[in-house]
C-alpha cells in the first residue's frame, strides 16, 4: 500500500486528508517542488527547501520543514523505493478560506509523496507552443498548483507528434518547455534564457550552470528567440529528476546529440551520486 508523509504523519496515499475547501484543490492556490530520489536519498534537499522557501515568501507563506532529507528517505523506504530512481512530490497547499486572501488556512497541508521514475529518456523531440508565457505574471518563476496550462500545451505537442514543447514569452523571447528549462549551444557557448524571460528557477539549471563554469564551458544567460533555435548546433532540456536530456529533433529540423550536451550529461550523473 503506497504511504504518504502529510502534516507530520504516515498515512496510506488512498487516506489523504485534503478538505473539499481547500484553495490548493480548486483555485490551484499552491505550490510544489518534484525531486529525485536515487538509492533511496533525497538528491539536492537543500536547494528544493530553498526554493520553497523563496517561492513561498512570495505569497506570504512560511513553510517550516525539518529533517526533509530524512522523511523522505524513509518514504522512500516504506514504499520499497530503495534501489535506482524516484519521483517524489512535495506539496504545500493554501487549506481553506476566502477567494481574496492568501493567508493559509488552519487546515492547509504540506505533504511528500514518492512514485518510481522510470529511466530518463535518451533525447526528446519538441515544438514551439502556440501560446505565450506571461513574463510579467505575479506567478513568474513560481511552481505553483496552476499547471493546467502546461498540461494543455504539452497535450497539443502530442497531437503533433512531439513529446515536449517550447514556450516563447510575451515579448517573443524564449522562455522554457512545459516541464523544463531549455538550454541551446551555439558556436561553442552554452546558452539559457535569463530568469527575467519568465521561466522557472530550475535546480537543474542552476546546478547545470555552476557546472559549466566549473569545468570552463563558456555559458550566457542570454535572450533568446524562435530564430535562435535554427541556429543552434545542440538543444537540451534540463529537470531535477531527468538532468539533461538531448533534443533531436526540433519542429521539422533534426539535431545530433553534442559535445557539450554530452559532458554536461556525464558531469550530472557524477554529481547525483555524491
Known amino acids: 500500500m503506497t504511504q504518504i508523509w502529510c502534516n507530520g504523519q504516515w498515512l496510506p496515499a488512498a487516506n489523504y486528508p485534503g478538505s473539499a475547501?481547500?484553495?490548493?484543490?480548486?483555485?490551484?492556490?499552491?505550490?510544489?517542488?518534484?525531486?529525485?530520489g536515487l538509492d533511496g536519498k533525497l538528491v539536492f534537499p537543500e536547494r528544493h527547501l530553498a526554493r520553497l522557501h523563496k517561492s513561498a515568501e512570495r505569497l506570504g507563506w512560511s513553510v517550516d520543514l525539518p529533517g526533509l532529507p530524512e522523511i523522505a528517505a524513509e518514504l522512500l523506504e516504506k514504499n520499497q523505493l530503495t534501489i535506482g530512481r524516484a519521483r517524489l512530490r512535495l506539496v504545500v497547499t493554501a487549506g481553506s478560506g476566502t477567494h481574496n486572501d492568501l493567508t493559509p488556512g488552519d487546515d492547509r497541508l504540506v505533504w511528500l509523496s514518492a512514485f518510481p521514475a522510470g529511466e530518463t529518456p535518451g533525447s526528446l523531440s519538441v515544438c514551439l507552443s502556440p501560446w505565450p508565457r506571461n513574463e510579467r505574471s505575479p506567478l513568474a518563476g513560481l511552481k505553483t498548483a496552476c499547471y493546467a496550462e502546461n498540461i494543455i500545451a504539452l497535450d497539443h505537442a502530442r497531437r503533433q507528434g512531439f513529446e515536449e514543447t517550447i514556450f516563447a514569452n510575451t515579448a517573443g523571447h524564449l522562455c522554457e518547455t512545459a516541464t523544463a528549462n531549455l538550454f541551446l549551444v551555439i558556436d561553442g557557448v552554452l546558452l539559457t534564457p535569463p530568469l527575467d524571460s519568465?521561466?522557472?528557477?530550475?535546480?537543474?539549471?542552476?546546478?547545470?550552470?555552476?557546472?559549466?563554469?566549473?569545468?570552463?564551458?563558456?555559458?550566457?544567460?542570454?535572450?533568446?528567440?524562435?530564430?535562435?533555435?535554427?541556429?543552434?548546433?545542440?538543444?537540451?532540456?534540463?529537470?531535477?529528476?531527468?538532468?539533461?536530456?538531448?533534443?533531436?529533433?526540433?519542429?521539422?529540423?533534426?539535431?545530433?546529440?553534442?559535445?557539450?550536451?554530452?559532458?554536461?550529461?556525464?558531469?550530472?550523473?557524477?554529481?547525483?551520486?555524491?
Open 198 to 274: 519568465g521561466c522557472l528557477p530550475g535546480i537543474g539549471r542552476e546546478v547545470l550552470l555552476e557546472m559549466a563554469a566549473a569545468h570552463a564551458i563558456p555559458t550566457r544567460e542570454y535572450p533568446l528567440t524562435p530564430r535562435s533555435l535554427d541556429s543552434a548546433d545542440e538543444i537540451f532540456v534540463s529537470s531535477a529528476t531527468r538532468g539533461p536530456v538531448p533534443v533531436t529533433r526540433c519542429g521539422d529540423r533534426g539535431l545530433a546529440v553534442g559535445l557539450v550536451t554530452e559532458r554536461l550529461r556525464a558531469l550530472w550523473e557524477q554529481e547525483i551520486r555524491v
Open 21 to 36: 475547501q481547500d484553495r490548493g484543490a480548486f483555485l490551484g492556490l499552491g505550490l510544489f517542488e518534484t525531486m529525485l
